[in-house]
């Protein structure tokens, strides 16, 4: 089969590797629409764990194989990828708390990916869907299950006031799930008009371009002493420090950006949350009990009601065969972008 595979670091190749077979337990997906995601990206730009690699994990496609101890009855059924693997054993499992796994895999990143014509998955790792949801929307549902349990740890409720840093993926996904839930007040933060744009049309009431306006001030001018919960999505320190000034006392700051591991916080932060008594949370994927937990069905019922909507969401779309010069350009800033599909079935 055709994939595209991670050689080195910045190094992408579209070529043929043997088609995997599924093993006891597992079923195939044939591929029909992959979404790239930002840690995808950032594999190729920093460099990854283990070379060589298909990446990819924001898959959907159709079942056309199962191994030993898997029913036939999953062939011709619509998937999705859920890419972590995790052991169901150890004591964080247990608790339900699958991304804190002490051994798991990950599809994409720790065993082979979506970026390929077929992709072998556990049979626990593929979310069965209705035939009347389209391949491309379903390949945006792992994005959205991080925003979606981001307003979780957020102990998000309807009518509070919300603030979301960065309207990149996950950002956008955020203002959605805000708006689905019944978001008081969405404020959307960008240095990119475009992005706000496509903000504004996802469900934000107020977006702020902070190269343009003192986004502390404007803040304070719209929800006073700060808002319910604050989402940081953008990964930039300077991003981090404010969350705590946006936010009001008592409220919550849930962080998803992954932040550049050089750069430290001075303790005023600590201070001013004390102070403020404001919760900080990580969030580190998108997984509760059972697995893979709510945020994945209530994706797939938004889906299918049209409250998501992934439409707005994707700006290219390619062949997969094409993926090599689109994460080149990407990693040369050349290709200002939102979502991109590529598609394993089109030749150039
Ligand atoms: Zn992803
Ligand atoms: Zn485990």
């Known amino acids: ?184 007040l969405i404020i959307v933060t960008d240095i990119l008009e475009d992005n706000l744009q496509i903000a504004s049309r996802l469900g934000a009431h107020v977006t702020l371009n902070p190269s343009k306006v003192d986004v502390i001030k404007e803040v304070q001018r719209l929800v006073g002493d700060g808002a319910d919960l604050v989402l940081e999505a953008t990964g930039v320190p300077q991003v981090l420090e404010q969350t705590l000034s946006i936010t009001r006392p008592r409220g919550r700051v849930v962080l998803a950006g992954n932040q550049p591991l050089d750069r430290s916080l001075p303790l005023t932060f600590i201070e001013n949350m004390m102070r403020r008594e404001i919760g900080l949370i990580g969030c580190f994927m998108s997984y509760s009990a059972p697995f893979p937990g709510h945020e994945w069905t209530e994706t797939i019922a938004a889906l299918l009601n049209g409250s998501l909507d992934m439409d707005t969401m994707i700006s290219h779309r390619y062949p997969l065969s094409k993926a090599p010069d689109v994460f080149e350009r990407i990693g040369a800033h050349e290709l200002a972008h939102q979502k991109i599909i590529l598609n394993p079935e089109e030749t150039a």
């Open 1 to 184: 089969m055709k994939a595209t595979v991670l050689e080195n670091k910045a190094v992408l190749t579209y070529k043929d590797v043997p088609t995997p077979e599924p093993g006891p337990g597992h079923v195939r997906l044939k591929v029909k629409a992959i979404s790239i995601c930002g840690s995808d990206i950032k594999r190729y730009v920093d460099g990854h764990r283990m070379y060589p690699l298909i990446l990819g994990h924001e898959n959907s496609g159709v079942i056309d194989r199962v191994g030993e101890g898997v029913s036939e009855s999953y062939i011709g059924k619509h998937a999705a990828i859920i890419p972590l693997v995790p052991c169901f054993e150890c004591e964080q499992c247990q608790r339900g708390y699958y991304s804190a796994c002490h051994s798991y895999s990950f599809i994409g990143s720790r065993q082979s990916g979506g970026f390929a014509e077929f992709v072998d998955l556990p049979e626990r790792n593929d979310l069965i869907l209705p035939d009347a949801l389209s391949f491309e929307h379903a390949a945006l549902i792992e994005p959205s299950t991080v925003a979606r349990h981001m307003l979780d740890l957020g102990d998000f409720k309807s009518r509070q006031t919300a603030i979301v840093l960065g309207a990149g993926s996950i950002g956008l996904m955020a203002v959605q799930w805000l708006r689905i839930l019944g978001a008081k």
